[in-house]
């Protein structure tokens, strides 16, 4: 990476992504992870999720020993058995409805479709959910299984989607386009200004991932990226002009 520019630093404010609530203060995707990103005042979250047990659970491995004190693969498991466990500090694995009633619509969410089958629970999540005040512009549902977006948007086209991808496509962005998307979701190490200007030619936006290095963060306003998941949000914040915004504008 060129060093940063100096004269063009501060040019834009970055929608700041609390990733997996604030993992790099609190045990990721807990309870306790998502009231810390509430209280850095981060106006966007995101947290993975699987359908396990027939219960939307939020979590990232495929298997328990990383950030629990089980063992195993998460989808073999009981949702009763899970609940038992100790996510970190104590904490359990939350439900997808805990962590939306711990958000309470202070936040914007982006719900990672981790696990196989989540876009049918998670369309019926969100029609649920709609009915208690969380409305689109507080919703953008990602995921790397473009499929399984491709079937959220035949369930529910008011759904914003986030098409994840690490790497470069040879057509940049039209893959994001094809799927309908809201945003694309790139990596850090692979995003340039070709991929962000053909994105933008698209209408999309382009959130970048894990963005937590100051350096880092100032490169992506320079590149003229829309918004970035970071473990620290304190660190995107601290330089942005507008404060109260909250969700995918
Ligand atoms: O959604 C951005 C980022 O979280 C994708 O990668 O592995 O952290 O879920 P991962
Ligand atoms: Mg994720």
Redesign the pocket.
């Known amino acids: 990476m060129k060093p940063i520019d100096n004269r063009k630093m501060h040019t834009k404010d970055l929608i700041c992504i609390g990733?997996?609530g604030a993992m790099g203060h609190a045990p990721e995707n807990t309870l306790l992870s998502i009231h810390k990103a509430l209280e850095l005042g981060t106006p966007c979250m995101?947290l993975?999720v699987y359908s396990v047990d027939g219960h939307l659970v939020v979590f990232?491995d495929s298997r328990l020993e990383r950030t629990t004190n089980g063992t195993g693969y998460l989808l073999d498991q009981q949702f009763n058995d899970l609940r038992k466990l100790d996510a970190g500090n104590g904490e359990k694995i939350p439900t997808l409805k805990e962590a939306f009633e711990a958000i309470n619509l202070k936040a914007g969410v982006?719900i990672?479709l981790?696990g196989p089958d989540t876009a049918v629970p998670v369309a019926e999540f969100i029609a649920k959910m709609r009915k208690t005040g969380w409305h689109d512009d507080l919703l953008l549902v990602?995921s790397f299984n473009h499929r399984e977006l491709s079937l959220l948007r035949r369930l529910d086209p008011r759904i914003k989607l986030g098409a994840?991808i690490v790497g470069l496509p040879i057509d940049d962005a039209a893959f994001a386009q094809s799927l309908g998307a809201y945003s694309v979701?790139l990596s850090l190490e692979f995003i340039d200004r070709r991929f962000v200007k053909d994105a933008h030619n698209r209408g999309l936006r382009v959130f970048v991932?894990?963005v937590d290095h100051p350096e880092d963060i100032e490169k992506m306003r320079e590149l003229g990226v829309d918004g970035v998941?970071t473990n620290y949000p304190e660190r995107v914040l601290k330089n942005n002009a507008v404060t109260d915004a909250v969700g995918w504008p």
């Open positions: 990733h997996r995101e993975d990232h982006n990672e981790k990602s994840l979701h991932f894990t998941f």
